[in-house]
């Protein structure tokens, strides 16, 4: 994954560090499921799943560069369980990182990095919108102890919008880098931007 997407699903708990206190469950609701998303057999959507189609994407770090934003194709099985949101969960080196679940409207998800000697990283991040035609996630990265200059945390954002069916000669997982080119998130195979990539 390109380092301007690096970190950008991993984050954790904000809320036990300016929560209210008064010690109250979180909101749960039942979830409208949208026509082409795969429900669980309860009904309820178990993992946030995008509208298949050509996603553009930018974040914080990639603005703050100059940089312009990517362009992603979602499939239908793009978004799975165990890989969402381009988040793989489970234990990646020495991070750990969660699936999102569902907390009141939005998406909820908690990682931990360990670097032994150094701080650990310990993130959340949360989702918001629709999925359908925008979702942005927000990220509060905390370090133990803290950087050397006295930083304790950082703060990122996601932001995306569908724009429109992804086009013929791109494949799901396909990431358009401007500059780059195509790479596929998949397989991670790189390949020159084609013009038709912008059909």
Request: proline share 10%.
């Amino acid at each position: 994954m390109p380092a301007m997407l690096a970190g950008l699903f991993v984050a954790l708990p904000a809320a036990a560090a300016d929560g209210d206190g008064d010690g109250d469950a979180p909101l749960r609701s039942e979830v409208v499921t949208p026509p082409d998303a795969a429900p669980s057999p309860a009904g309820r959507l178990d993992h946030p799943r995008r509208r298949p189609g050509l996603w553009e994407i930018r974040n914080s770090a990639s603005e703050q560069l100059g940089l312009e934003p990517v362009k992603l194709c979602v499939g239908d099985q793009t978004d799975t369980p165990e890989h969402h949101l381009d988040r793989q969960v489970g234990k990646r080196g020495a991070c750990t990182l969660g699936a999102f679940r569902r907390e009141g409207l939005g998406w909820v998800a908690d990682s931990v990095c360990r670097d032994t000697g150094r701080s650990t990283i310990v993130s959340q991040s949360t989702v918001s919108g629709d999925l359908q035609s925008h979702y942005r996630i927000d990220t509060v990265v905390f370090y133990s102890p803290p950087l050397p200059n006295n930083r304790r945390e950082d703060r990122e954002y996601t932001e995306a919008r569908w724009l429109r069916a992804c086009p013929s000669n791109q494949k799901p997982a396909d990431l358009t880098i401007p500059g780059m080119g195509v790479l596929n998130m998949l397989d991670g195979g790189l390949r020159p931007e084609s013009p038709h990539t912008h059909e």
